[in-house]
């Protein structure tokens, strides 16, 4: 809480993971510091931060609940969530890409994101857990759903609600085909 990183690693080995709490908060993670972490059980909090690098979170639990990562009011680089995790980012602002791979549920509420919006499914997992609220998508920004199709693949709905979709103009452009425009789907079904 309240601490200012500089040239500073978080950092776990791909054969190594962390069980417990960790909660940056109220801090800064300036330009020359690295964030890698995998997490088996717990929790990731980050809260009011400022953190100007590239944040990799990779959920490998063994049993159990998934873990939780939790982005709340904070202002962040390129943020990449890998693995099952209950997942919420909520009123941040993300300056580049959000990647999200395998996860089990994610909320994207109250964010402003000014790169693309990428989330990637499995054949056998699907994206109703996925929540995309009240954010503001940059010019030139896309939402990419990405999942390949296999035999137990289903149609199913993703929640996109009051988003708004700037187009370098004073006025949302909120017509289907101008949202739709603004969606990537890979593997799926059109259906906007």
């Not at 009123?91 to 994610?106: H, K, R, W, Y």
């Amino acid at each position: 809480d309240m601490a200012n990183f500089v040239d500073c690693t978080f950092a776990t080995s791909p054969q190594t993971a962390y069980d417990g709490g960790f909660t940056f908060e109220n801090s800064a993670l300036q330009s020359g510091c690295k964030f890698e972490l995998r997490l088996r059980s717990g929790f990731l909090r980050f809260m009011t931060a400022n953190v100007k690098v590239p944040v990799r979170i990779e959920a490998v639990p063994e049993k159990g609940k998934a873990p939780e990562v939790a982005i709340r009011t904070s202002w962040m680089h390129d943020v990449t969530l890998v693995g099952p995790a209950d997942a919420t980012i909520r009123d941040a602002e993300i300056q580049g890409a959000l990647d999200a791979t395998t996860f089990d549920s994610l909320i994207v509420d109250g964010c402003d994101l000014f790169g693309n919006v990428t989330f990637h499914q499995p054949p056998e997992k699907g994206f109703s857990k996925l929540a995309l609220l009240k954010c503001n998508l940059s010019p030139g920004s896309k939402i990419v759903l990405a999942r390949p199709t296999g035999p137990k693949t289903s149609v199913e709905k993703v929640r996109v609600e009051k988003f708004f979709f700037d187009n370098g103009t004073p006025n949302s452009d909120v017509l289907d085909k101008a949202i739709k425009d603004v969606l990537d789907l890979v593997g799926l079904t059109d259906r906007v």
